[in-house]
Antibody, heavy 116, light 107 residues
Framework: QVQLQESGPGLVEPSQTLSLTCTVSGGSISSGSYYWSWIRQPAGKGLEWIGRVYITGSTNYNPSLKSRVTISIDTSKNQFSLKLSSVTAADTAVYYC????????WGQGTLVTVSS | DIQMTQSPSSLSASVGDRVTITCRASQSISSYLNWYQQKPGKAPNLLIYAASGLQSGVPSRFSGSGSGTYFTLTINSLQPEDFATYYCQQNYNTPVTFGQGTKVEIK
């Protein structure tokens, strides 16, 4: 069964770039016609979709974050990544990686705090 | 963007009650609608896919219905482990959007 695991720094300074990686295990990230997504959730609030990447590297982003987001995929490592630039305290959240189509899978989430 | 509006935002119910949560889309999304359950500190767990498909392993007391712009999630005979927050999510087009959530609390 495919599993997803987020990794990356739990603390990022304001104005810096948040970088997270999602490692897919139990199956190839390239198998099937799936998009791989990033979603975030501030404490006590709802879910916000950040964007997604296809196995070809094609991406779709949330317009509200598009100017600051880059999502990429590395099929050789079975990973996909998120970069969010110019972060502020408003970007503090639990970040999830997920596959939202086919057999839906979510990572357990990782808390990223933006603070100096 | 397609706006997803859930109601109510919260509700109090007793074990054994039947609970219905609604989700309205700002435009037609056919049946591209998923329902999730989320408990504190945990990732969302898929309950219903494509508006009415019961995810494997999910108890049959959960059911979903609807198409177009109006959807419902029903929990028959609420159990103690069902107290959680529920989200609808459309994947008709991007950006993927979620409802604001419905918190089901113990009465």
């Amino acid at each position: 069964q495919v599993q997803l695991q987020e990794s990356g720094p739990g603390l990022v300074e304001p104005s810096q770039t948040l970088s997270l990686t999602c490692t897919v295990s139990g199956g190839s990230i390239s198998s099937g016609s799936y998009y791989w997504s990033w979603i975030r959730q501030p404490a006590g609030k709802g879910l916000e979709w950040i964007g997604r990447v296809y196995i070809t590297g094609s991406t779709n982003y949330n317009p509200s974050l598009k100017s600051r987001v880059t999502i990429s995929i590395d099929t050789s490592k079975n990973q996909f990544s998120l970069k969010l630039s110019s972060v502020t305290a408003a970007d503090t959240a639990v970040y999830y990686c997920a596959r939202l189509s086919g057999a839906v899978r979510w990572g357990q989430g990782t808390l990223v705090t933006v603070s100096s | 963007d397609i706006q997803m509006t859930q109601s109510p935002s919260s509700l109090s119910a007793s074990v054994g009650d039947r609970v219905t949560i609604t989700c309205r889309a700002s435009q037609s999304i056919s049946s591209y609608l998923n329902w999730y359950q989320q408990k504190p500190g945990k990732a969302p767990n898929l309950l219903i896919y494509a508006a009415s498909g019961l995810q494997s392993g999910v108890p049959s007391r959960f059911s979903g219905s609807g198409s177009g712009t109006y959807f419902t999630l029903t929990i028959n005979s609420l159990q103690p482990e069902d107290f959680a927050t529920y989200y609808c999510q459309q994947n008709y087009n991007t950006p993927v959007t979620f409802g604001q959530g419905t918190k089901v609390e113990i009465k």
